[in-house]
């Protein structure tokens, strides 16, 4: 019989909604004049959250497989103290990196539904708290050259980001960065655009676009200018976050290593707001993944699966259950 592949193109960064219906963009609160103190002050942040796979299947399907990235304990900026499954995975392997689970169901009911809960420790780390705890970033497979690359998204080579590159200057590398930085919020604006991402080039086109394509330019214009950044999947906790899933950027600087930055924020004009959302970071990021084009997951986020037999349907949802910033 014919495989039928379907991936989750449902899965992309920065689609899923809050449940709570008063979040806001990122970028509101710092444009509003009220900025994050109490977020950055915090040095640590308890959380529990359920990530949801629910699968209908009205046909006869004989099989399903689910792939979905983990997130792992990464020194300094977060620990996963437990994890549980509603059903036990039929593998748990690691690859680039990353690491994930594999379900395979077999003769599947009409609703089956996969949950995860997950309980972990999530650390302030940023420019600032960096530098102190270089010696813990020991990323496997983080090789800084392995983050110069032309790759799909992140278009460094194009004509048009090399210009964009060649008109930033500074006179350190943490200054470029930060020349990066300020150029991509001062040249963007934050909307939603669908499902589709767009990546770098086109983010620079249409000078829009969510969390991926803030965080596609940013990392693309830093890799042309030979300073090696990747793009970071995960969720965050964000009380005004208009989405729980979504993309930030790390860039390896020299004197601190990998260091995170939080590039999808709309203009600002109070520069003091901006130096302060450059350098500091609060806990409320969890990692999943820090590779863009993820063939295990056929170069979608989160999750992908495939069934043999009629098509399927699945939606996927998360819900944090426990955070220092949760809204009342």
């Known amino acids: 019989m014919k495989l039928r592949v379907l991936l989750l193109a449902s899965m992309l960064a920065c689609t899923a909604s809050l449940k709570n219906s008063n979040a806001r963009p990122i970028s509101k609160q710092i444009r509003e004049g009220q900025p994050p103190s109490r977020m950055t002050s915090i040095q640590n942040n308890i959380v529990e959250f359920d990530l949801t796979f629910d699968f209908s299947v009205p046909g006869e399907t004989r099989k399903i497989s689910l792939t979905v990235v983990l997130p792992k304990t990464i020194p300094s900026r977060q620990e996963i103290i437990d994890t549980n499954y509603s059903l036990e995975p039929t593998r748990i392997f690691h690859k680039n990196g990353n690491r994930y689970a594999e379900f395979i169901l077999n003769k599947p009911k009409k609703h089956i539904s996969i ?7 999530l650390f302030r780390y940023d420019l ?3 530098k102190e705890n270089r010696q813990q970033d020991n990323f496997k497979n983080s090789e800084p050259s392995n983050f110069l ?26 200054e ?16 939603k655009h669908g499902r589709k991402e ?22 693309a214009i830093c890799r042309a200018k030979n300073i090696p950044a990747r793009v970071v999947t995960g969720y965050t906790v964000r009380p005004d976050s208009t989405s729980q899933k979504h993309n930030w950027a790390e860039v390896y600087l020299q004197d601190y290593g990998w260091v995170p930055f939080e590039p999808s924020i709309d203009n600002v004009e109070n520069i003091t707001l901006l130096n302060r959302a450059f350098s500091k970071m609060a806990p409320v ?10 063939e295990v997951l056929q170069n979608y986020h989160f999750a992908s699966y495939k069934y043999w037999g009629d ?4 939606k996927d949802s998360i819900e944090v259950k426990k955070s220092a910033f949760s809204l009342p």
Do not use: P
Not at 198 to 213: F, H, M, N, P, T
């Open 176 to 191: 470029i960065v930060k020349n990066i930085y300020d150029y991509v919020i001062n040249n963007m604006k934050y909307t």
């Open 311 to 314: 098509k399927v349907r699945m």
């Open 198 to 219: 767009w990546g770098a080039v086109k983010a620079l086109q249409k000078g829009r676009g969510d969390c991926s394509e803030y965080s596609d330019l940013f990392v």
């Open 285 to 294: 990021y969890i990692y999943f993944s820090h590779i863009r084009n993820d």
């Open 115 to 121: 949950d995860i809960s997950i309980k972990a420790e």
């Open 128 to 130: 600032h708290t960096s």
């Open 149 to 174: 690359k032309h790759e799909q998204h992140i278009e460094k080579d194009h004509i048009e980001i090399q210009q964009v590159a060649k008109g930033i200057e500074g006179q350190t590398e943490k």
